[in-house]
């Protein structure tokens, strides 16, 4: 007797440990669907599994009990009383079939389906039937009953490539399963019973029969109440279903790569969105007439620096488009980034007290090593102030700068504000880095002008970016951002935004546009306090177009942006990171004792080492001509100070400031030579500069390539003479360029007029 009941034990618990470990390893080995939710949970975007079903990765979340009591009503009253095979309904089937001489019920429960889907839907005969009974009885050993109804759920069909009630919930009712009425739980129920008989396609009414046979089930059973009941009878049935809406597709692509996760719950605010791809589908129309194809747009919200809403790439055709270009999602693709970058140069310059905003930069022809930069508009201005120069975005006085900034330095900041894409040695890039040498993504420079904006936001009387990004060098330049975006609001705006201020509704924006060289991307990135919008526009194949400028082609879509935007209000003043220090009223440079002076803010830390160059103590006779105590003797002297740019400077400069002073004349009758006050500035040698370093390369036959000396000279129609090393080189007349050849090593270079004045450099050559 022992004997025997040990034998049954034994045997007992070797079924047990064979059903128990007869499970895969993995249950479903399937592939998903990959989604894209907004920030309510609402589904934007969702791209087809591998097997060209729509399936929906697991959620987290459970199944809505609308939902559950529907199906175990309809599929499985007794689910949570058995261990995965009902022998009442086995018993009851065999009774019914055997009456009925034919299969007329079955008694398969939820966790046999389970069963079933997994091993791939196989045939209904009994070897099957008790393949499933056996892996159900291993499935519950495994499984909670929640999980067994949420496998089941998840991967029931529900008509044509509709797999699991997730799917089958936005593909017929556009909502989320939990927010579905009991007459649609109820269908979704039924579905699966017979999916590709009955689905809302076709056979409606023996659909809608079997629904409110449910419904009235369910109502028996005292789960809602007759009103509820027989509303949802009259629930109608969904129409044919339409496609799964495609909203920031590109965004989804680009979330599932970075993470690897199918379901993607972003920032995304689902009606800022929908407008903005209106607007580009507009915008689109009308840059598709002049042959451009693609347009890319990035909103972040500054105050959290999420994404509000995304357009990777938009062009004719969308997805649909036999175009591969179309599949490029621009915003974090590397595109040349123009000008764009230029206000983190002066951001960085000011921070550092290497400029003040009001401080007057060269813009004159200039050479550096055979780099000649130009202006946008081939126009020089001889002087400009710093912020001016930012707001027309002047290559020659933005190139200035970044050599005395360093490029080396330039690039480390760059890449601590999250440029990634600025990955090569700093002498690989040059001084182009400033003018488009380098690529950029849409998105990084979005953000970087998101954190810049950031850093001025107090919430809570603390500053948000040192919540946000504590490490961002933002943090400790609060001033000089503030003073950079202010600067950026200033510019003029495009079309009918011109006269943007005249209005109370309209607002401040700070924004900068960038045209790379070749006229192959377009650049449009505007600030308020809330968002920071980024606009790219272009062709994605590289294919170059001259209507491709920032503010022609992205900046009119930037300021279309902003409109569909709410609460475009402005920083405040951060009164505590900035200062007023006295600087000269003309130019701009921290103020000495030779000029007038006015106010300007700078950052708080601002230091600066020297003085303006540009003002000149001159003494004047009765005449008004320059002269001296040698020449004047006995007659009275009059000391002026005057504010006095180098020749060159004051060419251009003049041009456009009629009210610039130039200096009197020498009065002829004294010999200026005898008295060093008398040494007038016409002459200045633009190149080879004064103790810079000139590279010259060797050309195939071994001969270093010759130099081109620049000179400005006042008065251009005489001749001058130039001298290298002690020794004549020659002469040039009307235009002062002459080419002359020199060695390796140090060299001295001088050049004298007709009257004796005279400029020298002393150069290196490499």
Request: aromatic fraction near 12%.
């Amino acid at each position: 007797m022992k004997k025997s009941f040990f034998i049954v034990i034994s045997l007992f618990l070797l079924f047990i440990s064979t059903v128990y470990l007869s499970i895969p390893k993995k249950l479903f080995d399937v592939s998903y669907s990959s989604l894209l939710f907004d920030r309510s949970g609402n589904l934007l975007s969702a791209v087809i599994a591998d097997d060209e079903l729509w399936r929906f990765p697991e959620s987290n979340y459970d199944i809505p009990l609308k939902y559950e009591k529907a199906l175990l009503a309809y599929e499985d009253s007794r689910f949570f009383y058995h261990f995965g095979v009902d022998f009442f309904s086995v018993i009851r089937a065999a009774k019914d079939n055997f009456i009925h001489g034919k299969v007329v019920s079955g008694a398969s429960t939820i966790t046999m389906q389970v069963a079933r889907l997994s091993r791939g839907n196989s045939k209904r005969n009994f070897i099957n039937k008790f393949k499933e009974a056996f892996l159900a009885l291993s499935i519950e050993m495994h499984y909670s009953k929640k999980s067994i109804l949420k496998l089941y759920a998840s991967n029931a069909p529900f008509g044509g490539n509709i797999t699991g009630y997730e799917a089958a919930s936005w593909f017929y009712f556009k909502r989320a399963p939990g927010e579905l009425s009991w007459g649609e739980s109820a269908l979704l129920a039924v579905l699966p019973n017979s999916p590709s008989l009955i689905h809302p396609g076709r056979n409606r009414d023996l659909l809608l029969r079997k629904r409110n046979r449910l419904l009235k089930k369910l109502f028996e059973k005292g789960l809602f109440d007759k009103e509820t009941y027989e509303l949802s009878s009259m629930e109608p049935l969904p129409a044919r279903a339409e496609p799964f809406e495609n909203h920031a597709l590109h965004f989804l692509y680009s979330s599932v790569g970075e993470t690897g996760n199918k379901r993607i719950l972003s920032d995304i605010n689902r009606s800022v969105q929908i407008m903005l791809e209106s607007k580009v589908k507009t915008y689109s129309s009308e840059l598709k007439k002049l042959n451009i194809s693609n347009v890319s747009v990035v909103i972040l919200d500054n105050f959290t620096g999420n994404t509000v809403a995304y357009v990777g790439n938009f062009c004719t055709g969308a997805f649909s488009s036999s175009d591969a270009g179309c599949f490029v999602d621009i915003a974090r693709s590397k595109r040349s980034s123009g000008s764009i970058l230029k206000p983190f140069l002066y951001l960085s310059m000011l921070n550092d007290g290497e400029i003040t905003p009001d401080m007057l930069l060269p813009d004159i022809p200039v050479n550096y090593n055979g780099y000649s930069p130009e202006n946008f508009d081939m126009e020089f201005r001889g002087a400009v102030s710093a912020m001016e120069a930012l707001r027309l975005s002047l290559n020659v006085p933005a190139v200035r700068l970044l050599k005395i900034h360093g490029i080396d330095k330039f690039k480390r900041f760059l890449n601590r504000v999250g440029f990634k894409t600025i990955d090569r040695d700093a002498d690989n890039y040059g001084l182009s880095l400033i003018l488009g040498g380098a690529e950029v993504t849409l998105y990084d420079t979005v953000k970087a002008y998101s954190d810049m904006a950031s850093s001025l936001i107090v919430k809570n009387d603390r500053f948000l970016l040192e919540e946000r990004a504590p490490e961002s060098p933002f943090i400790n330049m609060r001033g000089a951002s503030y003073i950079i975006l202010d600067a950026l609001t200033k510019l003029k705006r495009p079309g009918n935004e011109e006269f943007w201020n005249v209005f109370l509704n309209k607002h401040k924006i700070g924004w900068k546009t960038g045209t790379s060289f070749g006229f192959r991307d377009a650049w449009a990135v505007g600030v308020s306090q809330k968002y920071s919008v980024g606009v790219w526009v272009g062709n994605a194949n590289g294919e170059s177009n001259n209507a491709l400028t920032g503010a022609g082609a992205a900046a009119p879509l930037l300021f279309d942006v902003f409109g569909i935007l709410k609460d475009v209000s402005w920083f405040d003043v951060p009164e505590s990171d900035l200062k007023k220090i006295e600087v000269c009223r003309e130019s701009g440079f921290p103020s000495n004792t030779l000029c007038k002076t006015k106010k300007e803010l700078v950052p708080v830390e601002f230091i600066y080492k020297g003085g303006s160059p540009y003002y000149k103590s001159v003494h004047l006779n009765e005449f008004g001509f320059q002269s001296s105590k040698n020449c004047n003797r006995n007659k009275k002297l009059f000391h002026k100070t005057m504010f006095v740019l180098p020749p060159a400077m004051e060419f251009y400069y003049r041009k456009n400031h009629p009210e610039y002073k130039v200096l009197p004349p020498f009065d002829k009758n004294c010999e200026k030579e005898n008295d060093k006050s008398f040494n007038e500035n016409i002459i200045e040698i633009t190149y080879p500069v004064d103790n810079g370093t000139v590279f010259l390369p060797v050309n195939i036959s071994g001969v270093r390539e010759a130099v081109v000396g620049q000179v400005f000279y006042k008065n251009g129609e005489k001749t001058l003479f130039w001298h290298m090393d002690g020794k004549y080189i020659g002469t040039t007349q009307g235009i002062h360029k002459l080419s002359f050849n020199v060695d390796e090593g140090n060299h001295f270079l001088m050049v004298v007029d007709e009257e004796g004045n005279m400029a020298s450099s002393s150069f290196d050559v490499k």
